[in-house]
Each structure stands twice: as C-alpha cells, then as structure tokens.
C-alpha cells in the first residue's frame, strides 16, 4: 500500500489503514517498522468496520472522490498491481459514465 500511495498521491489518491483488532502500541510499531506515511485509524468499537460491512480481515474498500464505495476486495494480499488495476477499472468506469452523460 505504500508504494502505490507513494506513487499515485500526487494524483489524488489516498490511503486509510484501518485497525480494528491490535492495541495501539502494536499498530505504532508496525507503522515505524515499514515506514508508512499514510494514516491509519484505530477502530476500536467497530463503528468504522460496521459501517462498510467489514466482517473478516483482511477487507479493502476502494471509495471515489465523491465517497461512494466503488469496490470491495475481501481477503488475499493486496499487491500493488491489484490496486493499479482496482484503481485503473475504477478510472476507467468512471469516464465511461461521464461520456454516457454528454
């Protein structure tokens, strides 16, 4: 996730590692250890995750610019070359749309 959100950033794109199972001491370390600059959120409660139908983990939940959930990928590595494609069909549908509406 970080090569790509080092990669596509300067485009708009953004990372939100969410955290719903390890204490804080334990996601500040992992944080450190590979160096992420993205945030990332600590969901305790589970509100975040029941908000988007999270049951199992690893989810990903890819949403638009204009907050609308765009796609769902559960479970499985998520490898820089499935966000380039999730991102890239997500782009793609999107001018499909605007095109549709001229």
């Known amino acids: 996730m970080q090569t ?3 990669h596509l950033r300067d485009k708009g ?3 939100l590692a969410i955290n719903e199972l390890e204490d804080e001491a334990k996601v500040r370390e992992h944080i ?3 160096g992420h600059t993205f945030p990332v959120l600590l969901d305790h409660d ?3 995750a029941n908000q ?4 199992g983990l690893p989810v990903s939940v890819f949403i638009d610019e204009k907050g609308v959930v765009r796609e769902y990928i559960k479970g499985g ?3 820089e070359q499935v966000i380039l494609d999730t991102v890239a069909h997500i782009q793609k549908s ?4 605007a095109a549709s509406l001229q």
Not at 94 to 97: A, L, R
């Open 32 to 34: 450190t250890q590979y």
């Open 77 to 79: 590595l998520l490898t």
């Open 4 to 6: 790509t959100y080092d």
């Open 52 to 55: 988007f139908g999270v049951f």
């Open 94 to 97: 999107e001018s499909i749309k």
């Open 13 to 15: 794109f953004v990372v």
């Open 46 to 48: 589970n509100k975040v």
